[in-house]
């Protein structure tokens, strides 16, 4: 009849194991009742094209593809290649992303009865003595017996869990783990990120060196042939000093360029895994190519891909689901505890049947005076959780600003790079008009020195300005999270 009432009670706990403590999480709005651009658009002006920003939906998941392939360019998409082959932070990323895979299965081991083999307090082979005045009948016993003890013990351990402890655990577990996967794609986008800027720094920085050390070969030509008119007495001291000074003064420029192609060089080594000291890229191609045209108007929905907002969503519903850990401590917790095993003072009788023993009820922990203890954790509970809201609002906030940043210096640069090209037209004009008076004795050298350091200057911020916009491209595909193509937009499945 116990045994009926014990097994009774065992099922009805498990049929009230229906429940779990705590908030069900739902996904909050980015920011309440605050309207936010339904397209991407800095000519938008303020008060028109605007809705309340819609629930989040992350798309993480979906495939982001080679954005790198839209520049057209095989010696990046070989580096690119490189570094999430060989890159060691994305390594490092992964290994988290297998800890946190481990640490769900680790959460819901805690649904299963636990069984531990041997283990007793006084060891499986025991030898002891009794007391000689132990007690026998409110007596010293006058008797000491020493024999020897061998225990095969199985224990049993498992919490019901009624109040839904283990479960909102192994929740916050499942979400912790499917933030680590977007975690990786952070940085896995980061990384790609980074080496088609550093890479583009490189062709720049080349560029840059080929375009100086043509300039240096035009005015080492400009000093012979003021030295040669100075022989003819056309030319004076001065003008054979100014060109020799526009001769060094270029010359001096190179240290500095090949230093910076060199770091850059080893920064992308860094990233693609190898050694610095035997990497090489292939330089032949220019930074003068097409710049890939972002549209001007892009639908908000981009932002879904943006792993880093998944990530922050995924970590709010593990913290609201550390809520419900929190509040089950103030239930009781209901355990059965189980023994059994083979225990015999012969070895020779250790194994036998008769040998056998077993125990098995519940048990019942009431928290009754904690001093505040439970109080505190949900407090804490509930403090993170509006700290992963915050964090996750902010995320997309950023995430607004960088792809307007973005958007911007697309449109202001290719203004700017338009403009350039037209001030590096006329500084050659300038230049040529320069040389050709001088050459007619019509003005000093000081104005041919001026003129080229003009065209230096103008031709030099022309490629700069090249780079700068491969670059800003670049930082707006991190942006988006993806690319910007129509197909990349996010779509649930079988839609």
């Known amino acids: 009849m116990k045994t009926f009432f014990t097994i009774s009670a065992i099922t009805l706990a498990a049929g009230l194991a229906g429940c779990a403590v705590g908030p069900d999480y739902h996904r909050p709005v980015a920011l309440p009742g605050q309207p936010l651009p339904k397209k991407f658009s800095e000519e938008t002006p303020a008060g028109t094209n605007l809705v309340v920003w819609k629930i989040a939906e992350p798309s993480s998941h979906l495939p982001h593809g080679e954005w790198w392939l839209g520049f057209n360019d095989a010696e990046l998409n070989r580096l690119e290649t490189l570094a999430l082959t060989n890159n060691q932070n994305l390594a490092a990323t992964a290994a988290r992303f297998e800890q946190s895979r481990a640490l769900v299965s680790a959460a819901r081991a805690d649904f299963y009865p636990q069984f531990t083999l041997g283990g007793t307090p006084n060891g499986d082979i025991t030898r002891q003595r009794t007391s000689f005045n132990q007690p026998n009948q409110g007596k010293a016993s006058g008797v000491s017996h020493t024999y020897d003890t061998f225990t095969a013990p199985i224990y049993l351990g498992w919490e019901i869990d009624l109040w839904g402890r283990v479960r909102r655990q192994s929740e916050a577990a499942r979400e912790r783990f499917v933030a680590s996967v977007d975690d990786y794609e952070s940085a896995r986008l980061a990384v790609t990120a980074e080496v088609a800027n550093d890479y583009f720094a490189f062709r720049t920085l080349a560029d840059e060196y080929l375009l100086v050390t043509n300039t240096i070969d035009a005015y080492r030509h400009s000093l012979e042939l003021t030295q040669n008119r100075r022989h003819g007495g056309v030319a004076s001291d001065l003008d054979v000093s100014q060109a020799a000074t526009q001769l060094h003064s270029a010359e001096a420029q190179l240290p500095d360029i090949k230093l910076s192609r060199a770091q850059t060089l080893h920064a992308l080594a860094i990233l693609c895994g190898e050694s610095p000291g035997s990497f090489i890229v292939a330089t032949g191609r220019s930074t003068s190519g097409p710049v890939p045209e972002v549209p001007p108007s892009l639908p908000s929905e981009l932002l879904e891909h943006r792993p880093d907002i998944a990530s922050a969503e995924r970590r709010m519903a593990a913290a609201n689901a550390e809520i419900g850990v929190a509040k089950a401590a103030f239930f009781p917790t209901v355990r059965i505890n189980g023994l059994a095993g083979l225990q015999s003072v012969d070895s020779s009788t250790w194994f036998d049947w008769p040998s056998r023993f077993w125990s098995v009820g519940p048990s019942v922990e009431l928290p009754l005076f904690t001093g505040g203890l439970n109080r505190s954790r949900l407090t804490q509970a509930h403090a993170a959780y509006a700290e992963m809201v915050a964090d996750y609002r902010q995320t997309v906030l950023t995430a607004f600003g960088e792809v307007e940043d973005g958007l911007a210096a697309q449109q202001l ?32 050298y000081l104005d041919v020195a001026t003129a080229q350091a003009d065209a230096l200057l103008h031709e030099r911020t022309l490629v700069e300005l090249q780079g700068t916009r491969l670059t800003a491209t670049v930082n707006l595909v991190k942006a988006l999270g993806c690319g910007w193509q129509t197909n990349a937009i996010p779509r649930p499945p079988g839609k």
């Open 413 to 444: 640069l290719t203004e700017k790079w338009t403009a350039e090209n037209d001030t590096v037209d006329a500084a050659r004009r300038t230049l040529a008009i320069a040389t050709n008076r001088y050459k007619a004795g019509l003005v000093t």
